[in-house]
């Protein structure tokens, strides 16, 4: 048996939609987010979560929240903060306009890119993620092996906060979800954008996890 880990990205918000580098920035949701998280509720609704984590930024948070709104399972009516499952930190990039840093990122590479996906589906979620740090002129973003420190020590918290068969929720964010799907070796799914609200569902084993779901956001449970 497997704990069973269903992790939702939060909520659009107003640097989502105005396409702005987010991060570890902390824009709110705009009414469309909350409607993302109430959806996702919705969607949940049936499912009995035994633990609901969010990352420790208040979109992650407040998504969490609005799930747990919806859901009829006798589930944690409040999320407990992980700070391991945070986004990314893009350093100076963030609160920058996503054309502007993948064109910035573009002078470190032997191609131009006009997105940020792009970049991704061209280098993957490693090289991508060091090629923010080289080009971060104050070396505040995190690198790959930085971030993904953080992201298997939340793993692994996980795993000793609860056993097999165990419904956990965690609401995280989009280029950390990617990059989960990366080094769990689903490359393919790594280079889609996801979805606001959507769900990526996980089998986390003792020593390994494996990916069932991806950027879903229509399957009711």
Known sequence: MAINLYIVRHGETYFNFLHRFQGWSDAPLTSKGIQH????????????????????????????????????SHSPVEPHELPDFRE???????????????????????????????????????ETMNTIRLADPFNFAENDEQWWTRVSHGFDDIRARHQDGDNILIVSHGTTIRGIADKLNRHDLAGDAVKNGA?????LLPNSAN???????????
């Open 37 to 72: 998280g109430l959806d996702a509720g919705s969607r949940l609704a049936n499912i009995h979560f035994d633990g609901v984590y969010s990352s420790d930024l208040t979109r992650a948070i407040h998504t969490a929240r609005y799930i747990l709104k919806n859901n009829t």
């Open 88 to 126: 990314q930190f893009f350093g100076s990039f963030e609160g920058i306009d996503s054309e502007i840093v993948a064109m910035t990122l573009s002078a470190y590479t032997t191609k131009t890119f006009t997105t940020y996906s792009d970049l991704i589906t061209e280098y993957g979620m490693a």
């Open 199 to 203: 769900l990526m569902q996980i089998e």
């Open 211 to 221: 990916i069932s779901r991806f950027n879903d956001d229509t399957t009711v449970f």
